[in-house]
């Protein structure tokens, strides 16, 4: 369907990886989040002159449901100012406490204002699609839910096909009636945002709900991973935290650092990075959200605004303690790096021995 | 290593199930959990006339910690009361006005006591490993941390194999090193107690750990997830959830229709039961007891010794929103009535075709 060597997808924020996987036989997905629309055609340029005419994919994020949805604000900028006054006083002040209990200082005077609001509504996400489209992709992702139906025709028209994450079968089948041609059925296991369900259980159910192909995502990271996600009844898999730590990624050294270390334990599904429950890294800042003095997490996209700023301050300062990010349970295995081609090609052999421990037991 | 057909291992607290499973070609394995010494005896006997000689093992839990394992009480009766001092006035009160709050009737006047302490003390799960190596059983089962190295060493000198549930590698590595033959990998989708790591990133790091076989465990309920998990590195699967509502399982009626009719999303891993996290079916028992008002759960075994009059007068009562079991995720996709022998054999059934199916993809 999509001409790639290996059904291996790799979802990263990062060109260079996206750029590689696709090179070596698999299929880069590009997460276009952190990226204006400018910012995303420039990204989108770079990997067009180095993926060797191999198909890749852009990611975005489109939510079925998130405040000041129904406020009618087409305008990133109004929607900011109208959200804005949204947030508590009360959050505010638990985020300042928390920074200042860690001695983050505030950012220097005069600089540049963050972005608050990322593609998580759709007046961000839309224009994000308009740029992807304008480029020879291969496949449109959408997470949160299903794509707008007028979206998927888009892309449909421009012969992109259209994948979207699902982490119960009820989600997999309203995204297959408005049209998407691949599901993604991702397991609780996985980073980033992610549902309750495990991906061992969660597979068959939505390989039995729909008739469109699926990819196993959560938990997938070697080639025995990729077996199991197969052996579930998915066409292939959808990774993602594994290439946070390849040669080719931008991920900041102190995270990588602590990944390598990491076990499956240190990571917590917490709704204090988006308002949406994610898998993030556990430490401090998701602590302290879970805690008896936390005043609760706001709804998507009001906790992202909320916490934009401290955010970058923590990532100026040395509390490293507070820098937490998406990582799912894989992170555990991680403790090596290699060139995303060494991943993708070593990923392909073990699948190909688990394949044939598995005949030689069935035999037996 | 153990003279089974399949490599399927069915845990579950019936005796029907466990001798229907190991005549069907697997290995039950019954949870003494529930059981006196003397009750215990009545059921390994029956298993032993119903089971046509083929091989069937016991489970116990003898966790590593609990609260009062530093008392060096022998007598399950002092150990009682020297506990029972320990359990907070306020938690008593919670629990009356939870009951009073769902119109739970009292026990009659006169009803016979409960048992407030299971096998999970040494001091109650050793009696119980006596009784079980008293008959011809194959296996020894433990949950909650490594077997006592004499009981491993009794079990083996019977010729019993040992197994142990293990939730993260390094609890792997502990227990092949009080010489546990076979450890069974458990990921957090599986019922009752359970870590937080799944099934899908647990199995092979525990494979890579250790030397000994490895079952995989956890959202195992199908062919395709027997597949999967040999995929990921095991030599079988444990199986536990999937059998509460075969034909042959003495489960409640009213426990029996709220598994065919859950989700995969019905289930939560909660200390309310026990005082350890285990995974149970979610209703307003285990949401009391997150609610803002709940004064926490209480270490192992004071959980259960306060809350085990409260369990009977639910059971005994209509408050059917109470009364909550060990459930693994695998539920939800648990929705009509078999024998336990054709739970068996449609799982070889569709593990081959799911190896069929991988081959061929493997092909292309």
Redesign the interface.
Known sequence: MLGIEFPIFAFSHCRDVVAAVSRAGGMGVLGALYFTPEELETELKWIDDHVDGRPYGVDVVMPASYAGADLGVDSPEDLVGRLAGMIPEGHRRFVDDLLAAHDVPPLAEGSEAGRVLLGWTDATARPQVEVALRHPIALLANALGPPPADIVELAHARGVRVAALAS?PRHAVKQVEVGVDIVVAQ???AGGHT????????V??VVDAVDVPVLAA?????G??M???????A?GVWTGSIWLTVEEADTPESARRRILSA???DTVRSRSWTGKPARLLRNEWTDAWESAESPGTLPMPLQFMLISDALRRIGRSDASELATFPA???I??MNQVKSARDVVFGMVEQ??E??D???R??RD
């Not at 549902?195 to 969660?202: A, D, F, K, P, R």
């Not at 077996?227 to 009844?233: Q, V, Y």
């Open positions: 119960t397991g609780t296991e549902g309750e369900i495990s991906t061992m259980v969660l068959p159910q959560g938990g997938i990271g070697d025995r991973q077996a199991a996600g197969m052996a579930l009844g066409e076990t499956s334990r799912g349970q894989i555990g295995t699948y190909v688990a394949m421990r598995l005949e037991l069935t």
